[in-house]
């Protein structure tokens, strides 16, 4: 069984995140940049999958310039198997993107498609979905849990009421969600032998795809700071506050 | 214009989110459809035609649709797009799963998760988790969107009494199939709609804690919410996530109990009206969003605020 697995070069989870002065996007220059976490979830997924001798080979794709290659080389050290670059220096749409994907997929010919449920820069939660309709094939977004039994996918999902349990007919696609499972560090010798796995490089034009963004970024401003209020001393002080200054209780 | 909006809703009531929804339609201005797709679900279309603003209502009524399942409703949403220019749903878990799909199917892109109208293509949504608001325009022949609830004040539920049309078209993939859910059954109020929201954290210690926050809960009429950290700990269950990758509440007022305040938990409370913070750790992040701040510990703090109420 093969596997598909695509990643996103981000912000780092960690670093706060600031508007630029002339408020035209975020800033985003000397800024540390890392594998997108849920990206890193389907990685860890994909990985356990083939550890437990259900997948055979794992392919990660991103889309991007140069440097996301770093990404590339990051989940080729927690144990994909060859990796593919999708060069551009144009921001693509969230259709472009599902659209490259899917002309890979039409190549590679995976069995099943791992992408994380949504990147943590532009939080729009919608390749996987675009991806699996432009295929035809079944999509199990935001998955906590996921079993494989011959061509059956079994996958449970993280829905607003609670958890919710389908049947896939693989080929699929399915979007991890935060439990999914943890992932794993990479060793040192894995980043080491992570080097001389192979990466290739393709253009959208090799692939019979043009990218374009029909999204345009207007302007982005700081959202509308809180401040913070007071510190109440007790109890019945936060009651007599929330009572007659608030009147938020009764 | 002519919008279409998918229904939110289990198949008995109508989700009130679905009224933030046509909210959020009227402020793009056109005529609105509300398309009502589940099974055995003809009380929800009653009920949807009695909303504000809702010119007509479409009922597609079968098994294929029971479970909100993205392969079917996705395409019935794709033989209806003709007639209109705007389609939306709520950002919920159903909206977010079948919405992109639909944009797909019809080759276009799709804006997620929209909490600000600047005009019929022009929008505002969060990015980089509630840390900076982008102003963004679409240049797509239709405009496929998912709405913040909590972004817009709810239309009126009833008063209105609009036509309903029942659709016969039934779409059904072979390729998937629903095995069984496990909702959370409460008497509480949807986390949310709720007008208030008690959440709880790591400092609550264990689930059984969590016992603390359900009575008082119970006392205010309130909804029970959790940090990622409570989740993640296994204390309560993940449909109870506040947070950027949980429910984004916007209630009147939230009591944040044992919270640090992760950037994560504050993107999703941060538009509350008032908001608690009960804390042992008077330099924990979340009193700096906080109007009424409270350092104590919480199992002394709780129990006297519940007994005061």
Do not use: W
């Amino acid at each position: 069984m093969k596997i598909l697995v695509a990643v996103k070069r981000v912000i780092d989870y960690n670093v706060k995140v600031r508007v630029k002065a002339d408020r035209t996007d975020v800033d985003l220059a000397n800024v540390k940049m890392a594998l997108n976490p849920f990206c890193e979830i389907a990685v860890e997924e994909a990985v356990r999958l083939k550890e437990q001798g259900v997948a055979s080979e794992i392919l990660v794709v991103s889309i991007g310039s140069k440097p996301c290659e770093e990404q590339l080389r990051t989940a080729l050290a927690l144990g994909a198997d060859r990796a593919l670059r999708v060069d551009t220096d144009v921001l693509p749409d969230a259709l472009s993107v599902a659209r490259v994907l899917a002309k890979v997929a039409e190549t590679e010919q995976p069995d099943l498609i791992l992408l994380g449920k949504q990147s943590i820069d532009s939080d729009n939660n919608q390749t996987g979905q675009m991806l699996a309709a432009l295929l035809d094939r079944p999509q199990a977004t935001f998955a906590s849990e996921v079993k494989i039994d011959g061509d059956q996918l079994q996958v449970t999902r993280e829905v607003d009421g609670g958890l919710q349990t389908l049947n896939l007919k693989m080929p699929a696609v399915v979007t991890t969600d935060l439990r999914l499972n943890e992932p794993r560090y990479a060793s040192l010798p894995n980043i080491m032998k992570a080097k001389k796995k192979p990466l290739e490089v393709k253009t959208p034009a090799d692939l019979g795809v043009s990218i374009s963004s029909q999204i345009k970024l207007i302007s982005v401003e700081p959202p509308a700071e809180r401040s913070a209020g007071i510190k109440v001393g007790s109890v019945a002080e936060l009651v007599e506050k929330l009572r007659n200054e608030a009147k938020v209780i009764a | 214009m002519s919008i279409l909006i998918l229904a939110e809703h289990d198949n008995q009531t109508l989700k009130p989110v679905t009224l933030n929804v046509l909210a959020a339609a009227g402020e793009i201005g056109g005529d609105i459809t509300l398309l009502v797709a589940g099974h055995g679900c003809q009380a929800v279309a009653e009920q949807a035609a009695q909303a504000a603003g809702v010119s007509r209502v479409l009922l597609a009524d079968a098994p294929a649709y029971a479970h909100q399942l993205a392969e079917n409703v996705s395409k019935l949403l794709l033989n209806l797009a003709d007639d209109y220019e705007h389609i939306l749903a709520a950002a919920t878990t159903t909206g977010k799963n079948i919405l992109p799909r639909v944009a797909a199917l019809l080759g276009v892109n799709t804006l997620t998760d929209v909490l600000g109208v600047e005009s019929p293509k022009r929008f505002k949504r969060a990015i980089y988790a509630g840390n900076a608001i982008a102003t963004v325009e679409i240049d797509e022949p239709k405009v496929v969107m998912t709405i913040r609830g909590t972004a817009f004040d709810p239309v009126a539920a009833t008063g209105h009494n609009a036509s309903i049309t029942q659709l016969d078209q039934v779409y059904e993939s072979d390729d998937v199939s629903f095995r069984h859910e496990a909702l959370a059954a409460s008497d509480r109020p949807e986390l949310t709609a709720a007008r208030i929201v008690v959440s709880g954290g790591r400092g609550l210690g264990n689930g059984e804690n969590f016992d603390l926050l359900y009575q008082m809960a119970d006392k205010l009429g309130a909804a029970v919410g959790a940090s990622r950290a409570a989740v993640d700990a296994g204390y309560v269950p993940n449909d109870m996530q506040v947070g950027q990758t949980g429910k984004m509440v916007a209630p009147e007022l939230y009591i944040a109990v044992g919270i640090s305040g992760a950037i994560q938990h504050l993107a999703g409370m941060k538009d509350s009206k008032v908001i608690v913070a009960i804390n042992k750790d008077e330099e924990a992040p979340i009193f700096q969003v906080a109007d009424y701040g409270l350092v104590a510990d919480l199992f002394d703090a709780v129990p006297e605020l519940q007994a005061s109420l």
